[in-house]
């Protein structure tokens, strides 16, 4: 191997020390550096290189980079099993890792090759390499092109909750569309005289058995309001988790301090554990009062009593029989059922599977109950939320507001202000909630039950 004449040296950078001159001091040719590759690559040891910079001035000075020119960065000749080509960041906006990876792997074959060292090996590792990481040039994209779709991609429209803002305009103007034709379909049926003896025969609602409890008692009213507290908590907190891509803090606990996640997700989960811990004595007390049957199907008939209440619901005509202090109709029978003893358990099964008290190291554990099973249902289950939250407050202010406010939230058969009271302050409370759950507000209360740090 000879040296040229245009031998090309390390290239220099900052002193190491206040005034010193550029490191490194030395200035030994690339042959030097192939020499030393030739002699150490056989025997496994990995040895760092720069490639050359740009060529010498007859003065022997080192041309400077203008800002537009790509040296090379640091190389690695690695043993068998390890990576051959060091790439660090990008030289121009958009592009792929620097050095590309063709030219400067290239050359290093030719020198291993040449040492007559175990170029087979090294040989697969660089087309591997090769084949996961091609150049720009390979890919058929310059830097101006990579900077102009950069700049395309900034130019991306506005989104609402990942959705572009126009697709979710469509989406509200579809949705708003089936509405319509919902509506008009149901007063239809109701108009025809199939319609009319349905209606007739399944009213909508089931009579409940001798010995319902009649009435909302206090006890109710209070899980009600913790239930919606909480859930509005759960609902900021998991589209929060969703939405966060760097973390303002981490908590981790005592007893694992080598674990840690994000202070929103502590927060998502704190608030979960009590939204269970309130469930469970909601369904205790349902239990334990016989308020289960007001809730609970007992009849099959309840099914075409539903279908019945939602097509009068649909067609703006309510329910005749609607006396949610006596009972509910099918339809909220079955939509209440469906809310405590269905969504809410696949809420928590799947965000315990999805939390850290999860057994990760249980390998049979995760085959019989992936984690990707939990995360596709779990967000479904956010929106059902959703959705009948919406719908209930909506029925709720649409089919006699004063007297359902003093069903829920006053415990009484009325029509007097004080439920609607009790509702808006319950509303500024929860509002006030979602307000402050913020970490600067979290932090110290995550700190008791563990260390708070910002990395």
């Given at each position: 191997?000879?040296?040229?004449?245009?031998?090309?040296?390390?290239?220099?950078?900052?002193p190491r020390s206040p005034g010193g001159a550029q490191w490194p001091i030395v200035e030994t040719p690339d042959d030097e550096l192939l020499a030393v590759a030739e002699t150490a690559a056989p025997e496994g040891i990995v040895h760092e290189a720069t490639d050359a910079a740009p060529s010498a001035h007859p003065t022997g000075t080192a041309e400077v980079d203008s800002g537009h020119s790509q040296p090379d960065e640091p190389l690695v000749v690695a043993a068998r099993g390890e990576t051959l080509l060091r790439r660090g960041l990008p030289r121009v906006l958009g592009g792929s890792p620097w050095p590309p990876a063709g030219a400067a792997r290239d050359r290093w074959a030719r020198a291993l090759a040449e040492a007559e060292g175990p170029s087979a090996v090294i040989a697969e590792t660089i087309q591997a390499d090769h084949a996961a990481h091609p150049s720009d040039e390979e890919r058929g994209q310059s830097p101006v092109e990579l900077?102009?779709?950069?700049?395309?991609?900034?130019?991306?429209?506005?989104?609402?909750?990942?959705?572009?803002?126009?697709?979710?305009?469509?989406?509200?103007?579809?949705?708003?569309?089936?509405?319509?034709?919902?509506?008009?379909?149901?007063?239809?049926?109701?108009?025809?005289?199939?319609?009319?003896?349905?209606?007739?025969?399944?009213?909508?609602?089931?009579?409940?058995?001798?010995?319902?409890?009649?009435?909302?008692?206090?006890?109710?009213?209070?899980?009600?309001?913790?239930?919606?507290?909480?859930?509005?908590?759960?609902?900021?907190?998991?589209?929060?988790?969703?939405?966060?891509?760097?973390?303002?803090?981490?908590?981790?606990?005592?007893?694992?301090?080598?674990?840690?996640?994000?202070?929103?997700?502590?927060?998502?989960?704190?608030?979960?554990?009590?939204?269970?811990?309130?469930?469970?004595?909601?369904?205790?007390?349902?239990?334990?009062?016989?308020?289960?049957?007001?809730?609970?199907?007992?009849?099959?008939?309840?099914?075409?009593?539903?279908?019945?209440?939602?097509?009068?619901?649909?067609?703006?005509?309510?329910?005749?029989?609607?006396?949610?202090?006596?009972?509910?109709?099918?339809?909220?029978?079955?939509?209440?059922?469906?809310?405590?003893?269905?969504?809410?358990?696949?809420?928590?099964?799947?965000?315990?599977?999805?939390?850290?008290?999860?057994?990760?190291?249980?390998?049979?554990?995760?085959?019989?109950?992936?984690?990707?099973?939990?995360?596709?249902?779990?967000?479904?289950?956010?929106?059902?939320?959703?959705?009948?939250?919406?719908?209930?407050?909506?029925?709720?202010?649409?089919?006699?507001?004063?007297?359902?406010?003093?069903?829920?939230?006053?415990?009484?058969?009325?029509?007097?202000?004080?439920?609607?009271?009790?509702?808006?302050?319950?509303?500024?409370?929860?509002?006030?909630?979602?307000?402050?759950?913020?970490?600067?507000?979290?932090?110290?209360?995550?700190?008791?039950?563990?260390?708070?740090?910002?990395?």
């Open positions: 191997m000879t040296t040229t004449a245009d031998a090309t040296r390390i290239r220099r950078g900052l900077t102009a779709q950069t700049r395309a991609a900034s130019r991306e429209p506005r989104r609402i909750g990942g959705i572009p803002l126009s697709r979710a305009v469509a989406i509200v103007a579809v949705a708003l569309v089936l509405a319509v034709a919902a509506v008009l379909g149901a007063q239809w049926f109701r108009g025809q005289q199939f319609g009319m003896d349905f209606i007739e025969t399944y009213p909508g609602a089931t009579p409940l058995p001798d010995g319902a409890p009649e009435g909302l008692p206090a006890w109710l009213n209070w899980q009600h309001f913790l239930n919606a507290f909480l859930m509005v908590l759960i609902i900021k907190t998991g589209i929060q988790v969703r939405r966060e891509t760097r973390p303002s803090a981490y908590w981790s606990p005592r007893w694992k301090p080598t674990r840690k996640i994000s202070i929103s997700i502590w927060l998502h989960q704190a608030v979960d554990l009590l939204w269970l811990v309130n469930g469970v004595i909601f369904v205790i007390l349902l239990a334990a009062t016989g308020q289960w049957v007001r809730v609970v199907p007992l009849d099959v008939g309840v099914l075409p009593n539903a279908v019945s209440a939602g097509i009068q619901y649909l067609s703006l005509d309510w329910p005749a029989d609607e006396n949610g202090w006596v009972h509910y109709n099918a339809l909220q029978m079955l939509t209440y059922f469906t809310t405590i003893f269905i969504a809410a358990p696949l809420a928590a099964l799947t965000g315990v599977r999805m939390s850290g008290i999860w057994p990760s190291g249980s390998e049979r554990l995760n085959r019989l109950y992936p984690l990707e099973w939990a995360r596709a249902v779990h967000f479904p289950v956010m929106l059902y939320f959703v959705a009948f939250i919406f719908v209930h407050v909506a029925l709720v202010l649409s089919t006699g507001t004063l007297r359902n406010l003093n069903h829920m939230y006053a415990g009484q058969d009325a029509t007097h202000w004080w439920g609607l009271v009790i509702f808006l302050v319950s509303v500024s409370v929860m509002a006030l909630g979602a307000i402050v759950a913020r970490p600067v507000v979290v932090a110290p209360i995550a700190k008791l039950f563990g260390s708070v740090t910002s990395r």
